[in-house]
Nanobody, 124 residues
């Protein structure tokens, strides 16, 4: 069982930056693929970024590529999402997800564990 707790959300102006963190419980964090998803009001949950167990492989949604960076610190059981050049379209609740696997996965149904989410609001 893995518990995930996101933090770092907030209100920022367009063009600004935020860094989200997701702290995971348990001693097997390094065996999990991790990802960030987001869900805006009235929209489906969408993939943002994923990272494999080692941090050596990452994948991004086209809408955030070049602006967002996913990373992890296995010693701290934490995954991060650095977000730059934020746009109002990035406004959403951001969720951290974990899957016990070595790969990277874009499909939300692949993930076994989810955090409660953190709100990111980008004003124009």
């Amino acid at each position: 069982q893995v518990q995930l707790v996101e933090s770092g959300g907030g209100l920022v102006q367009a063009g600004g930056s935020l860094r989200l963190s997701c702290a995971a419980s348990g001693r097997t964090f390094s065996t999990y693929a991790m990802a960030w998803f987001r869900q805006a009001p009235g929209k489906e949950r969408e993939f943002v970024a994923t990272i494999d167990w080692s941090g050596g492989n990452t994948d991004y949604a086209g809408s955030v590529k070049g602006r967002f960076t996913i990373s992890r610190d296995n010693a701290k059981n934490t995954v991060y999402l650095q977000m730059k050049s934020l746009k109002p379209a990035d406004t959403a609740v951001y969720y951290c997800a974990a899957k016990r696997s070595m790969g990277t996965f874009r499909y939300f149904g692949s993930y076994d564990y989810w955090g409660q989410g953190t709100q990111v609001t980008v004003s124009s």
